[in-house]
């Protein structure tokens, strides 16, 4: 029988990149996924790649940095049936110098990756907590953990995820378990501009101990293992999935 046989499971970022592969490896072992994106050309791209494994797939347009589109969401969704897990991956990246990040840059990466993320996680939270079970993953960064040179918004709002996600493990326990994944450099569209120049490729190449960037379909064991009983005693933990670069 499939791991994730009859679980209802959501995942907000899934027009491309890791949000899709993780839908499509959580729809192969059986359950029914709800995708959301602002793309929704590129969302049916994930429903079709969904469909065609014979899973069963919803898309719904929505914008995490809306509250109460989020919560209007999550009480459309639960309507049709609890919800088992939900995999808070929608966010935004930026690469840029500290002292040319301005005010608004950093309030709009705040903006979608924590405040977005936590109207996410609040709004499924509360539901589950009256239901008494639920497990919440978010999508961090290796970056909110080891920092890296030109990414100071985008290592601030992954740190304070990190922090979001530990808080929340301890405060929903023991009904709810809330932990992160924090992958490394992928080869998604999100990151094609960056990996397109050699010597960036060949730096990530150099200080990764397996010695190359993630290909998107890798996160999707870990997404099934987290949304599945192997991880039903873990809450509060970031785990990386980064080729080893963290280092510590």
Aim: one cysteine or more.
């Amino acid at each position: 029988m499939p791991l994730l046989n009859g679980q209802r499971i959501v995942v907000t970022g899934a027009s491309r990149g890791l949000g899709r592969a993780m839908a499509v490896a959580l729809a192969a072992e059986g359950a029914t996924v709800i995708v959301t994106g602002r793309d929704l050309a590129a969302l049916a791209m994930t429903k079709a790649a969904v469909t065609e494994i014979g899973g069963a797939c919803e898309t719904h347009a929505l914008d995490i940095t809306d509250a109460n589109d989020v919560d209007d969401f999550a009480e459309k969704i639960w309507t049709n049936g609890p919800v088992d897990t939900v995999f808070a991956n929608a966010g935004i990246s930026l690469t840029k110098p500290a002292t040319d990040t301005t005010d608004a840059d950093m309030r709009r990466i705040v903006e979608a990756n924590v405040l977005g993320s936590f109207a996410t996680l609040r709004a499924f939270g509360a539901r589950m907590l009256v239901r008494g079970s639920g497990k919440l993953i978010a999508t961090s960064s290796d970056i909110g953990i080891r920092g890296s040179a030109g990414w100071v918004a985008y290592a601030a709002s992954k740190g304070a995820l990190n922090a979001m996600v530990k808080t929340l493990a301890w405060e929903w326990a023991p009904g709810l378990t809330v932990n992160a994944i924090a992958p490394g450099a992928f080869a998604t569209d999100i990151n094609a501009h960056l990996l397109a120049v050699p010597e960036v490729m060949q730096a990530i190449s150099a200080e990764t101990p397996l010695g190359r960037v993630g290909q998107a379909d890798e996160i999707g064991p870990l997404a099934v293992f987290m949304a599945g009983s192997g991880s039903d005693f873990m809450t509060g933990e970031i785990i990386s999935l980064d080729g080893g670069i963290k280092k510590s």
